[in-house]
Every structure is written in structure tokens, then in C-alpha cells.
């Protein structure tokens, strides 16, 4: 029983980390190619990276969605599907 819980928050982090993940990577990447883009031109203005990352990142969101929307519907199901053996 508590190894079923316990293994059930590793499968949650572990989602939880790959849904996460390509946001993150993307806002990573276009952060680091402004922030060249920056250094090499000198320019330091606030909005300049900013405004990309955020787009970039509404972008991955809106290609990634039906991939993140499957992983979370398989993941509930098979949480409520092991409810049964929670119960004595």
C-alpha cells in the first residue's frame, strides 16, 4: 500500500517535470539567444527579452497542448482506476 502511494508521487513529479518541460526549455533557449543578441549589440532594454520569451512560450503551449492534454487524461485514469485498491 505505501509503496503504491509512494511509486503514484514519483509518476506525479515525473509528470509533472516532462508537461513542464519543453515551456521551460523554450523560454531557456530564447533567453539565452537575446541574451547574445544583447551582448553582441549592447542594447539592454527590459522588454526585448521579455516579450519574446513570453510569445515563444504561448507558442510551445499552444502546439504542446494536445500532447499535455493526453498525458494528464491517461495519468487521472489511471489514478481513479487505482482508487479501488486504496479502499479496504
Do not use: D
Not at 521551460?24 to 551582448?39: E, K, V, W
Not at 516579450?51 to 499552444?62: D, E
Amino acid at each position: 500500500m505505501e509503496s503504491t502511494l509512494i511509486g503514484l508521487g514519483v509518476q506525479t513529479f515525473k509528470i509533472a517535470l516532462s508537461l513542464a518541460l519543453p515551456m521551460l526549455m523554450a523560454g531557456l533557449l530564447a533567453g539565452l539567444a537575446i541574451s547574445i543578441f544583447q551582448a553582441t549589440t549592447q542594447i539592454n532594454e527590459m522588454t526585448l527579452s521579455f516579450v519574446p520569451k513570453i510569445l515563444l512560450v504561448v507558442t510551445v503551449i499552444i502546439f504542446a497542448m494536445p500532447w499535455m492534454m493526453n498525458m494528464m487524461i491517461e495519468f487521472t485514469t489511471r489514478v481513479f482506476n487505482m482508487i479501488p485498491t486504496f479502499v479496504h
